[in-house]
């Protein structure tokens, strides 16, 4: 069965209306369109990573700032 476009609901609100300095790992991999577990591998401490992630009694939460300035919103 085919959802209409009108039915349709994305997971995560649109980046723009984000007011958090931070998401969580899943928010952010959708935002950047990517997997979760590649943005756990640029956690690990790479250098090469478009934007690293803050870690927060163990968590790891993705500056809204950064994933705008990697997308030009």
Known sequence: MQLAATQYEAPFPPLESITRPTVETAAAAYYLNR???TLREWAMG???VPVKPIRINGRLAWPVAEIRKILGV
């Open 46 to 48: 790479r250098r090469d």
């Open 35 to 37: 997997k979760e577990q």
